[in-house]
């Protein structure tokens, strides 16, 4: 059965950083799309990074140059740097992954940035 479990979330300051990590099991990790969501209160969840079997990135605009996203194979990890934080990134951070047309979401981990 597929499991994703996410860590790393707190709280920081404006201009801080965390790492966030998701360990993934129950899937073939080296061959799946791994990404990361978000979800601030009153607002839909929305999409931030992505990481493909290649080791290509994508970003959404709003996080773009602030956050990196990168898997270690090894580990059935996924990773999510992120830097310069603004209380805008307040939000459960979510790791997604579609196997076929399964879809998969971790329980979530919080995310504060204090101003």
């Known amino acids: 059965q597929v499991q994703l479990v996410e860590s790393g979330g707190g709280l920081a300051q404006a201009g801080g950083s965390l790492r966030l990590s998701c360990a993934a099991s129950?899937?073939?990790?080296?061959?799946?799309?791994m990404s990361w969501y978000r979800q601030a209160p009153g607002k839909q969840r929305e999409f931030v990074a992505a990481?493909?079997?290649?080791?290509?990135?994508d970003y959404a605009n709003s996080v773009k140059g602030r956050f990196t996203i990168s898997r270690d194979n090894a580990k059935n990890t996924v990773y999510l740097q992120m830097d310069s934080l603004n209380p805008e990134d307040t939000a459960v951070y979510y790791c997604r992954v579609v196997i076929r047309v399964a879809d998969y979401w971790g329980q979530g981990t919080q995310v504060t940035v204090s101003s």
């Open positions: 129950g899937i073939i990790f080296g061959m799946s799309v």
């Open positions: 990481v493909y079997t290649g080791g290509s990135t």
